[in-house]
Each structure stands twice: as structure tokens, then as C-alpha cells.
């Protein structure tokens, strides 16, 4: 059974940087998927922040690639997720997933719990 | 970016209804189309991928349809379980986006 867990600080101060890491388990990070996370501010949607694939390739939201990197750490079968110049905006519960890519149709499978993470001082 | 609209926001309705929501994409996206269920508190759950395939385990009152950039999420009989916000999303190009959702509340 695939399971993702993210884990980080669950505080961050204005103008600093989150740092999250997604570890996977169940599944090698270097299979045909691409990993990605998601986050949700409270009582909002769903907004897509980025995906890498196993060989580093990743891809962003253009609303905040200026702000984000992804990263793989295949050793350790996990990717990590830095966004930068925080603010209160950026408050949200951070989710990392795996889609997969069978029949060429995308979809994410699995998701890891979610990871609240509040901006302020 | 693509943007997708689910309408509509919220309904209320009863155990046994049949629900049919509704997903329109701002360009084709042929059936690059997935649906997605959340409860509160935890993550979502897929549902329906390439806008008609049911997820393995996913109960098969739930049924998808649509191609190009109209989409529907039917709910055959609904459930006491199934009150929750379902999203769809579309994976046809990056940036991958979601609808804004659809909250399905007891009458």
C-alpha cells in the first residue's frame, strides 16, 4: 500500500521560508509518477503548487514559481517542497500526492494526510 | 491557465436522491478530467480519472461523464456517507487546476 507523509514546521514567521518533506513509502520515487503538492487555505479550494519527476525534472504554477522549489532525494525516497518570502496568504494545509501516469491519463491516487502550516508572527 | 468552473456551489439533498454535478473547462481538455471527494479534515479522495473511469474501490453509484469541456459527477443514490465537497480537476496541461468545488449538504 502507497502512503505519503508529509512532515515540517506547522509555523512559519512572515517573510520566511516553508519547508516541507513528503516520504513515501510502499512505492519506489523513481517509478513512471510524478510527485506533487497541493495545498488548501482554510475553507478554500484546492491550488496546485508544483511536480517533479524522479529525475529532477519539475514543473510550477506559474502564481508562485518565482517563490518555489521542489526536489527529489531518491536515496531517501522522498521529495521536499521550499517556498519562499511567506506571508499569511500562503497559510494552508500543504498535501503532497503521487500521480500517476497509467494509460497516459493523469490522476492523483494517493495523498499524505495533509500538514497545516500557519504564517504569522 | 485553464480554469475550471463546477456549479453548482452547494445543494442539499436527501439519502437515496440522485445528484448530478456539473464541471466546465475553459478550453478542451479532451478527457483529461478527474473527480475527487473530500471530507472535513482530510485529504481527497479520487473518485472518477479520465472523466468516466471509477477508482478501484470507489462505489459504483458514482459515475462520470463528458468530454471536451462539459463534465458530470452523477451520485446514483446518495448516500449517508457521500455528504462531502467534491472537486474535479483537470491534467490535460500544467498548471494542473481544480474547480472550486461543490458542497453536498443533508436536506
Known amino acids: 500500500q502507497v502512503q505519503l507523509q508529509e512532515s515540517g514546521p506547522g509555523l512559519v514567521k512572515p517573510s520566511g521560508t516553508l519547508s516541507l518533506t513528503c516520504a513515501v513509502s510502499g512505492a519506489s520515487i523513481t517509478t513512471i509518477n510524478w510527485w506533487s503538492w497541493v495545498r488548501q487555505p482554510p475553507g478554500r479550494g484546492l491550488e496546485w503548487i508544483g511536480e517533479?519527476?524522479?529525475?529532477?525534472?519539475?514543473n510550477y504554477n506559474p502564481s508562485l514559481k518565482s517563490r518555489v522549489t521542489i526536489s527529489v532525494d531518491k536515496s531517501k525516497n522522498l521529495f521536499s517542497l521550499i517556498l519562499t518570502s511567506v506571508t499569511a496568504a500562503d497559510t494552508a494545509v500543504y498535501y503532497c500526492?503521487?500521480?500517476?501516469?497509467?494509460?497516459?491519463?493523469?490522476?492523483?491516487?494517493?495523498w499524505g494526510q495533509g500538514s497545516l502550516v500557519t504564517v504569522s508572527s | 491557465d485553464i480554469q475550471m468552473t463546477q456549479s453548482p456551489s452547494s445543494l442539499s439533498a436527501s439519502v437515496g436522491d440522485r445528484v448530478t454535478l456539473t464541471c466546465r473547462a475553459s478550453?478542451?481538455?479532451?478527457?483529461?478530467l478527474n473527480w475527487y471527494q473530500q471530507k472535513p479534515g482530510k485529504a481527497p479522495n479520487l473518485l472518477i480519472y479520465?472523466?468516466?473511469s471509477l477508482q478501484s474501490g470507489v462505489p459504483s453509484r458514482f459515475s462520470g461523464s463528458g468530454s471536451g469541456t462539459d463534465f458530470t459527477l452523477t451520485i446514483s443514490s446518495l448516500q449517508p456517507e457521500d455528504f462531502a465537497t467534491y472537486y474535479c480537476?483537470?491534467?490535460?496541461?500544467?498548471?494542473?487546476?481544480f474547480g472550486g468545488g461543490t458542497k453536498v449538504e443533508i436536506k
Open positions: 478550453q478542451t481538455i479532451d478527457t483529461y
Open positions: 517533479i519527476y524522479y529525475s529532477g525534472s519539475a
Open positions: 500526492a503521487k500521480e500517476t501516469l497509467d494509460g497516459g491519463m493523469p490522476r492523483f491516487d494517493y
Open positions: 480537476q483537470q491534467t490535460h496541461v500544467t498548471p494542473r487546476t
Open positions: 479520465a472523466a468516466s
